[in-house]
């Protein structure tokens, strides 16, 4: 074989990670350059956010599939054989897939490590506790999903944008640390059960605070607060808490009631909004009821009034 002259057949990679919305390969490597292969998904939202160095450039080639970039003025949709690339990018970008994506990823600076490990083992560990219990089995990424949908109606920031769709991603990582039986209880917990459930959002900011996802650690720790002051583990009420843990705790509640529990059967969508409304600006922040209402009629799971 020729010195310096690689080959890749039947698929072959460098090295390849699974991700919550797909796979990413590497395909190549060599001085700073990376080229890799990423799978992503239909209806997943994604990022790309500034380097440190302006002098990073990031290039995707769609191989397959298509997707919508989410701009302040407008909507662009890119298709099968459209590219796009940033270089001195000043704000995150915001996509999502319309349907199964395949991309041509191309960088000038090494990331693949970057994008396999920092968030890999706080991803594993969401996965172990879905795992574990059996019954919300892709909630983290609903919630993801759902938040981002909320956050857009209501016109948050970008910046708060990003820390929607990681809070909202491993808000309840503290489960990890909840016994399988309390998980798995099909009847009523007991106060002593209930206040280990209860600890959940302060050790998941625990497990956050020292690692890249510190700007989201409070949030994850207010998950449970509710309005009017009787949620967990603060008490805080009304504007105290962050408006991404207010539009987490509505589409957290609204997904727990719509999924089977091991004490309950799932209720419908509408009886869900039904309850909600109910408790909206005592318990719930009543713009995120509304917004969250306004997705679901949008995507047909619920009727116009």
């Known amino acids: 074989m020729i010195q310096g002259l690689y080959f890749g057949k039947n698929g072959s990679c460098i090295e390849k990670v699974s991700q919550d919305s797909g796979t990413l390969s590497l395909l190549a490597k060599g001085g700073s350059t990376e ?3 990423q799978n992503i ?5 994604f990022m790309i956010e500034p380097g440190d160095d302006s002098d990073i450039m990031e290039f995707m080639y769609i191989i397959e599939g298509s997707l919508v970039e989410y701009g302040d003025d407008k909507n662009i949709v890119l298709s099968t054989g459209d590219y796009f690339y940033v270089n001195g990018l000043k704000s995150t970008v915001h996509f999502e897939t319309l349907e199964e994506v395949k991309l041509l990823y191309i960088t000038n600076q090494p990331i693949f490590q970057y994008l396999s490990n920092t968030i890999k083992d706080l991803m594993d560990i969401v996965k172990k506790f879905e795992e574990k219990d059996v019954y919300t089995k892709d909630h983290s990424s609903r919630l993801q999903y ?3 949908k909320i956050a857009r109606k209501l016109k948050i920031s970008k910046d708060n944008l990003e820390n929607i769709a990681l809070s909202a991603y491993f808000h309840d990582l503290g489960k990890i640390n909840v016994p399988d039986y309390i998980l ?4 009523k917990l007991a106060e002593e059960e209930f206040e280990k459930i209860k600890k959940h959002p302060e050790d998941g900011f625990n497990m956050v605070k020292a690692t890249m996802l510190r700007p989201v650690a409070e949030i994850i720790k207010q998950h449970h607060e509710r309005l009017d002051g009787s949620g967990y583990p603060l008490g805080l009420k ?18 727990a009631m719509t999924s089977d529990r091991s004490y309950r059967k799932a209720v419908t969508p509408k009886d869900a909004m039904d309850d909600l409304w109910s408790l909206s600006g005592t318990k719930y922040d009543e713009d995120v009821v509304n917004a969250l209402e306004e997705v679901l009629i949008e995507e047909g799971v619920l009727h116009e009034k």
């Open 35 to 37: 080229i890799m292969m």
């Open 41 to 45: 998904q239909g209806e997943k939202i």
């Open 146 to 148: 759902y938040c981002l």
């Open 184 to 187: 798995n209880k099909p009847g």
């Open 238 to 255: 009304g504007k105290e808490i962050l408006i991404e843990a207010r539009i987490i705790a509505v589409v957290d509640s609204y997904d």
